[in-house]
């Protein structure tokens, strides 16, 4: 915050701004979007990435450097400004400081700000024990939210945004005990309330102004973003964040926060910035957020791929032996898998494509190539034509299929067992020729049915003997759906196995409710052959 405000304002006063009005820009410009970052690094799955968790820490650091630049900024108010400083503040509403400047305003300021984040502090908590005692979930919502308008409005009268006086308020909130409950209750209006923020943030462009001066506007959003990612990027070298990350945080955060509409309008309010320059500045905030977007997605599309495809060796391996299994992947799933087969002292050819992995796994003497399996080459280089069994551990649906299809045409004889998600890829791999097809939740969860029904009452020998009925049963299922399934059609457009499914289920329900009577399951036993 401090070496962007400081950059900005140097910028601005080489433009000719006045000093004040420079340093209180740059203080307007160091903010970035909280909204608009955290939704979208949510959204991609990059929170728990170091670049994402250091764009929070930023962002919450930012919002909370909001309150000292409240209460500070009155002291560049120029007298020259006072007087449209005043008619403005009498047409924004009522403001109960309206007639004080310098020290005594940031004194105050200070004095209300400090009240209610300590009085909220030791006021929230038994005001929320005794609410919760009642246990009447709507009164508890009613007064968060009354705690939060109440605290927007004090903001109000003190000449400051009501956004403030709703961050105090979570500020304050955060600190209890029922933060938790809080947010349940709090959930259902955030998307909502979200959308209605965006929409004044659109509302709020003036296009006349817009159009009039686009050139230095575009011009300004453009070079204060690109000197933000600067200072943001040297700032994440020296506490030595990852490359990647770095480029990550840097573009993350390049661009001005909604915290700039609350400092532009107390910036005219207290005679600290003329209102055309806060009008001008007011476009460069909002055209900044609605290019976010677009670092994102040269973040997502071009730095991150680059990255990775830099990281990748630019050749694969040379496979210098063959042996009778070949392992397609060496992740979570397929660890287990050579593992279990080692032991047994089978001998595995392992092929991953994550060379970090590769690497990691030959420190520890496990012997891995790095290489691009769905390529029929490679497959081929490495005893695919002579080997026995094929076992495809990876955690891609495509190219699991792609490898199963070929393996089944180069050598018939082969014996494949292929890794699925779900049902769907089940059926497809089916068609496709595997052996065998696992699911990888299907073991976990038919031994937490089994739990389950022990915890309900069910004594454990018959809970294992149901268990185990279903897991064959339901690779018998497998097979009677997978000659009616229709790829062209998917699983929930296909009539015949629909029908199907519905009588094979009624069909599992008899034959487990004969299971609980101590009788033998009707039609059962048969030798299912289909893969689970």
């Known amino acids: 915050v401090l070496v962007t405000t400081a950059a900005i304002a140097a910028v601005g006063m080489a433009l000719g701004l006045h000093w004040g009005v420079a340093v209180a820009a740059g203080c307007v410009l160091s903010s970035s979007s909280t909204a608009i970052v955290l939704q979208t690094l949510d959204e991609k799955h990059l929170m728990h990435t170091p670049g994402g968790q250091g764009s929070f820490g930023v962002l919450l650091f930012q919002d909370?450097?909001?309150?000292?630049?409240?209460?500070?900024?009155?002291?560049?108010?120029?007298?020259?400004?006072?007087?449209?400083?005043?008619?403005?503040?009498?047409?924004?509403?009522?403001?109960?400081?309206?007639?004080?400047?310098?020290?005594?305003?940031?004194?105050?300021?200070?004095?209300?700000?400090?009240?209610?984040?300590?009085?909220?502090?030791?006021?929230?908590?038994?005001?929320?024990?005794y609410i919760a005692?009642?246990?009447?979930?709507?009164?508890?919502?009613?007064?968060?939210?009354?705690?939060?308008?109440?605290?927007?409005?004090?903001?109000?009268?003190?000449?400051?945004?009501?956004?403030?006086?709703?961050?105090?308020?979570?500020?304050?909130?955060?600190?209890?005990?029922?933060?938790?409950?809080?947010?349940?209750?709090?959930?259902?209006?955030?998307?909502?309330?979200?959308?209605?923020?965006?929409?004044?943030?659109?509302?709020?462009?003036?296009f006349s102004l817009l159009f009039q001066h686009f050139g230095t506007v575009l011009a300004l959003t453009l070079g204060v973003m690109l000197l933000k990612a600067l200072v943001l990027w040297a700032l994440a070298r020296l506490f030595r964040l990852p490359r990647l990350d770095s480029l990550l945080f840097a573009?993350?955060?390049?661009?001005?926060?909604?915290?700039?509409?609350?400092?532009?309008?107390?910036?005219?309010?207290?005679?600290?910035?003329?209102?055309?320059?806060?009008?001008?500045?007011?476009?460069?905030?909002?055209?900044?957020?609605?290019?976010?977007?677009?670092?994102?997605?040269?973040?997502?599309?071009?730095?991150?791929?680059?990255?990775?495809?830099?990281?990748?060796?630019?050749?694969?391996?040379?496979?210098?032996?063959?042996?009778?299994?070949?392992?397609?992947?060496?992740?979570?799933?397929?660890?287990?898998?050579?593992?279990?087969?080692?032991?047994?002292?089978?001998?595995?050819?392992?092929?991953?494509?994550?060379?970090?992995?590769?690497?990691?796994?030959?420190?520890?003497?496990?012997?891995?190539?790095?290489?691009?399996?769905?390529?029929?080459?490679?497959?081929?280089?490495?005893?695919?034509?002579?080997?026995?069994?094929?076992?495809?551990?990876?955690?891609h649906p495509e190219q699991t299929l792609q490898i199963v299809e070929f393996a089944r045409r180069t050598n018939p004889a082969l014996r494949i067992v292929a890794r699925a998600r779900d049902r769907r890829e089940t059926f497809n791999l089916y068609h496709a020729g595997a052996d065998e097809i696992i699911r990888e939740t299907f073991d976990a969860a038919i031994r937490s049915s089994r739990q389950a029904l022990v915890l309900l009452g069910m004594a454990p020998d018959l809970a294992e003997r149901i268990s185990a009925f279903y897991f064959e049963r339901d690779r018998q299922v497998t097979q009677v759906l997978a000659k009616v399934y229709d790829p062209a059609l998917g699983a929930f457009e296909n009539p015949a196995m629909m029908v199907a499914a519905r009588a094979e289920e009624a069909t599992t329900r008899l034959q487990v409710q004969a299971l609980m009577r101590g009788e033998e399951p009707p039609g059962w036993p048969q030798q299912p052959s289909a893969p689970r």
């Open 64 to 129: 909370i450097a909001v309150i000292p630049m409240l209460a500070l900024l009155p002291l560049l108010a120029q007298p020259e400004l006072i007087d449209h400083a005043t008619a403005y503040s009498a047409q924004q509403g009522s403001n109960l400081f309206a007639d004080l400047h310098g020290w005594p305003k940031t004194l105050l300021i200070f004095a209300v700000i400090a009240s209610i984040i300590i009085g909220g502090h030791y006021l929230a908590s038994p005001v929320f024990r």
């Open 251 to 395: 573009l993350a955060l390049a661009q001005a926060g909604e915290f700039g509409f609350v400092l532009l309008s107390f910036l005219v309010g207290n005679a600290i910035m003329p209102e055309d320059t806060a009008n001008l500045l007011l476009l460069v905030v909002t055209l900044s957020m609605l290019l976010t977007p677009l670092c994102f997605l040269l973040y997502d599309r071009v730095l991150a791929p680059r990255a990775y495809r830099a990281a990748i060796p630019q050749s694969e391996d040379a496979i210098d032996e063959r042996h009778p299994v070949l392992i397609i992947g060496h992740g979570r799933f397929g660890q287990i898998i050579n593992s279990l087969l080692s032991a047994c002292d089978h001998k595995t050819t392992v092929i991953d494509y994550d060379p970090a992995k590769v690497a990691g796994f030959r420190r520890y003497g496990v012997k891995t190539y790095f290489g691009d399996a769905s390529r029929p080459e490679l497959l081929m280089t490495a005893g695919l034509a002579d080997a026995k069994l094929l076992i495809v551990a990876i955690d």
């Open 133 to 206: 005692q009642a246990r009447l979930r709507e009164i508890f919502t009613l007064f968060s939210l009354a705690l939060v308008v109440g605290i927007a409005v004090l903001m109000s009268l003190i000449g400051l945004s009501p956004a403030l006086g709703t961050f105090l308020a979570g500020v304050v909130l955060a600190n209890s005990e029922y933060r938790h409950e809080l947010e349940s209750n709090i959930e259902p209006f955030k998307g909502l309330l979200l959308g209605i923020f965006f929409i004044t943030v659109g509302a709020a462009i003036d």
